[in-house]
């Protein structure tokens, strides 16, 4: 059964850093690993998308890494700015086209 | 247009009452889903349709009944709510189409803003 992890739970950094955002998957059977944005009792917003056979997704400041072999995405926020501030939910895609949902980083960016 | 509406934006209803959650999509995509959404988690699915048909039901009470009249539009209906299904409700819609091959791995779901429900 698929499981997915994200780490940290919370992170908290001042504006202007760059930071990394982990998620971790247990079965490599993906379809693809998804990013997503949530702003608090809102819904989600598709941040970026990475199809089994990439790598790598870039858009604007964000670029999100895929390692299957190892079970692991990154998503990278280039120069952070406080309205980044949000939860990011990370999600693969299994063999039954469901998305698997990690719990979600909760990120704020501090002025 | 990428939007998916949801409406009501809020509901509070007693356990003893019958009402309805509206998603409307105009994308032209032939998978819609619900969500529920508990605070400080992450979203639960609910159900799927598939062409107008329903591919998945998650074991989801039957105080909650989906339906979808046409390939735009997707109901919830709600009866005899408990307190716990108090949440945030969301939909989804995705391209899921047959035409020229599916392809899963490029399929992204695009939400709805939510419905904030309160079950007293």
């Known amino acids: 059964k698929q499981e997915v992890t994200q780490i940290p739970a919370a992170l908290s950094v001042p504006e202007g850093e760059n930071l990394v955002l982990n998620c971790s998957f247990t079965d490599s059977a993906i379809y693809n690993l998804q990013w997503f944005r949530q702003d608090p009792g809102k819904g989600l917003t598709s941040l970026l998308l990475?199809?089994?056979s990439q790598r790598e997704q870039t858009s604007g400041r964000l670029n999100a890494s895929l390692d299957k072999s190892s079970g692991r995405s990154t998503l990278y926020i280039a120069a952070s700015q406080p309205g980044d501030s949000a939860t990011y939910l990370c999600a693969a895609m299994d063999s039954n086209y469901q998305l698997i949902w990690g719990a979600g980083t909760k990120l704020i960016i501090k002025p | 247009d990428t939007e998916v509406t949801q409406t009501p934006k809020h509901l509070v209803m007693g356990m003893t009452n019958k009402k309805s959650l509206k998603c409307e999509q105009h994308m032209g995509h032939r998978a819609m889903y619900w969500y529920k959404q508990k605070a400080k988690k992450p979203p639960e699915l609910m159900f799927v349709?598939?062409?107008?048909?329903?591919?998945i039901n998650e074991s989801v009470p039957s105080r909650f009944s989906p339906e979808c009249p046409n390939s735009s539009l997707l109901n919830l209906h709600l009866h005899a709510l408990q307190p716990e299904d108090s949440a945030l409700y969301l939909c989804?819609?995705?391209?899921?189409?047959?035409?020229?091959?599916?392809?899963?791995?490029?399929?992204?779901?695009?939400f709805g803003p939510g419905t904030r429900l309160t079950v007293l």
């Open positions: 349709y598939s062409y107008e048909k329903l591919s």
């Open positions: 990475i199809q089994s």
């Open positions: 989804a819609s995705s391209t899921h189409s047959l035409a020229g091959g599916f392809q899963p791995g490029a399929d992204t779901q695009y």
